[in-house]
């Protein structure tokens, strides 16, 4: 029984992968003069306030990542249009991390072309437990 719950996994993370290479959460959006707005009066941002992005575009590609991670992210945010954190649930085993992270990367530089991408990962009770970074002139994906 265990091996078909690690078969299942496995083809989730596999499922969501292909998902992240194959589509985009957002067409080519221009995300440089977009910035967050601030009720009148407001001068600081909860994290509550600020949902899953500090963009429009950024938002729905947090939205995005949440409804298709097929319960593997409890929660994603975009920060500066090359920051992505990802709360992971505790479905989510130690050696399924860093694939998930590939994935993740992936999929954050299909809809941010030509940028040096950070990706958090984020344990369920919000550690952080991986950095990837995609150096962009490399090509290259680099743990932390």
């Known amino acids: 029984m265990s091996s078909l719950h690690h078969l299942r996994k496995i083809f989730a993370v596999v499922v969501l992968v292909l998902m992240l290479v194959t589509t985009s959460a957002c067409g080519a959006v221009d995300q440089s003069n977009r910035t967050a707005q601030l009720p009148r009066g407001q001068t600081t941002l909860s994290y509550n306030k600020l949902e899953h992005g500090d963009t429009a575009a950024g938002q729905d590609f947090g939205n995005w990542v949440v409804q298709t991670a097929q319960g593997l992210v409890k929660d994603a945010y975009v920060r500066g ?7 992971i649930t505790p ?3 130690p050696n399924e991390v860093r694939p998930l992270a590939r994935s993740l990367v992936q999929g954050f530089h299909r809809n941010a072309p030509n940028r040096d991408l950070t990706v958090l990962m984020y344990a369920p009770d919000k550690k952080l437990i991986l950095t990837a970074k995609y150096d962009n002139s490399a090509q290259q994906v680099q743990y932390e």
């Open 81 to 87: 249009n090359d920051k992505l954190g990802v709360v």
């Open 91 to 93: 479905q989510v085993r």
